[in-house]
């Protein structure tokens, strides 16, 4: 069996079954196969956050004053404007579910 510290066992590792349960103080010691799997994971991961962090504004963002997010503001000429996120706040949400989607990729493959 294969860990993620550097070739020895750690103390949060074992081969005993652990109970079930959201905030687990011991791992299975993963195989060779597991741990490359855990390592492609975050490699992709990686991957695919410097592209969410490559997107550029190239399109201007027309805010309107005191505009907050999801709420609803009459513009200048009397239109009603749903507030809606940046690109940037997108961007950060993406970045953020990643993260999300890449804890909950790793949490399933040691449990």
């Known amino acids: ?4 510290f550097g070739g020895t066992a750690n103390a949060r590792q074992t081969d005993k079954d652990q109970p079930e349960g959201l905030f687990r103080k011991r791992y299975r010691k993963l195989s060779d196969e597991d741990v490359k799997l855990h ?3 975050k490699d992709k991961a990686e991957e695919l956050a410097a592209l969410i962090q490559s997107i550029d504004n190239r399109l201007p963002v027309i805010t309107a004053p005191a505009c907050e997010e999801g709420g609803v503001v ?3 000429v009397g239109l009603s404007i749903t507030c809606l996120p940046s ?3 997108h ?3 993406a970045i953020q579910h990643l993260e999300d989607s890449v804890y909950r990729a790793v ?3 040691t449990a």
């Open 1 to 4: 069996m294969s860990d993620l």
């Open 39 to 41: 390592d492609t994971i």
């Open 74 to 76: 009459e513009s200048f």
């Open 87 to 89: 690109v940037m706040d």
């Open 91 to 93: 961007k950060a949400l």
């Open 107 to 109: 949490k399933a493959l």
